[in-house]
């Protein structure tokens, strides 16, 4: 997905304090452009945290009906430092990109996308798509790891499954704790450049679940539907729940409703990133450079497209996205 912001705002990313207990971080509509377009409710980056683990961005949406929204339709643009992963939980989305992989986003499957040095990419849901629900997160790659060449990978987990529940873990490992019977572990084959965790959990009403995750790790809990305890919180549906460092053991409790929940994590990044519309760079200077290349790519601006940073496309598809103006002020990292 694109940020499809008109004006984004450039955003200096880094750790933040954090306090005792469950921190809400509200989510805000962003409406993604065009006369009848889908909204997402955007839960990271915000002014507050900007990142859990080397999560950077959280957009979530639907169920919209596809009729009155126009589902997805994301035409070619740019990404730079940053792994994107789709999550869908009804729908389908058609996946090009300039490294050669084309893929069906699918309900249960992680399509992690790697832009390392650059790469560029569309997402079109598809005709037969009448109700599209999902999420789609970004992961700041490390400074050891965000020049690396372009790529994609695709997974699709057996859930871990008991009384009333169902954990589905795309990312990074997990242990569902169980008083009665065995515990039950799964991990992700995927790879990642630092210690990530990311998995779907449904819970039947009524159903407490202890889920054992690393204490060097932080982590956010995403509500989408349901009534849903976090330890002893209640969280609001659509929010996001973080949990700092040290936590061991994350009990989760529905109560009258089904939920469907997202649980992200991961070691916090410590480094300090700098993100603009869908670049992740170091500088201003970095992000300007990004910006420049593509816009010569693509024929908006003159220049000059050196080693094709965002890679060839086919020319039958819908026309790229232009990058907006950068703004006036100027963000350096904060020491
Ligand atoms: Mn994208």
Redesign the pocket.
């Known amino acids: ?2 940020n499809l912001e008109v004006a984004p705002d450039e955003m200096v990313c880094g750790s933040a304090q954090s306090h005792a207990g469950v921190e809400l971080l509200v989510p805000r509509n962003v409406p993604l452009g065009g006369p009848r377009a889908m909204d997402v409710r955007r839960t990271l980056p915000q002014k507050q945290r900007s990142l859990i683990g080397a999560w950077c961005f959280l957009d979530h949406f639907g169920p919209d009906p596809v009729g009155e929204t126009g589902g997805m339709a ?1 035409p070619r ?1 740019p ?1 730079t430092g940053l792994q ?1 992963v789709s999550w869908l939980f009804t729908g389908e989305v058609e996946h090009r990109d300039s490294a050669g992989f084309h893929a069906m986003v699918r309900p249960g499957e992680l399509n992690l996308m790697t832009a390392g040095r650059g790469i560029s ?1 569309s ?1 079109f849901s598809t005709p037969e798509t009448s109700v599209l629900h999902g999420a789609q997160l970004w992961v700041a790659l490390p400074d050891s790891a965000r020049h690396v060449s372009p790529t994609f990978a695709h997974h699709r987990p057996e859930p871990l499954t008991g009384t009333g529940f169902a954990v589905s873990v795309f990312l990074g490992s997990l242990t569902v704790l169980q008083d009665h019977g065995a515990d039950l572990h799964s991990s992700s084959p995927v790879a990642t450049h630092t210690e990530l965790l990311g998995a779907e959990i449904r819970l039947e009403p009524h159903t407490s679940i202890r889920v054992a995750v690393k204490a060097k790790h932080e982590h956010g809990v995403l509500l989408d539907s349901g009534t849903l305890h976090v330890g002893v919180d209640e969280l609001p549906v659509d929010h996001l729940a973080y949990l700092p460092t040290g936590t061991q053991e994350i009990t989760l409790t529905s109560g009258d409703q089904p939920v469907l929940a997202l649980l992200i994590g991961g070691e916090p990044l410590g480094e300090q990133i700098l993100m603009w519309w ?1 670049f992740v760079g170091r500088t201003h200077d970095e992000v300007v450079e990004y910006r420049r290349q593509w816009q010569a790519e693509i024929g908006e601006e003159p220049g000059d497209t050196g080693s094709k940073r965002f890679g060839d496309f086919p020319s039958d598809t819908p026309a790229p996205l232009p990058a907006p103006v950068l703004p006036s002020v100027r963000l350096r990292p904060r020491d």
């Open positions: 997905m694109s994301v643009h990404h994107t990419h997402e869908n």
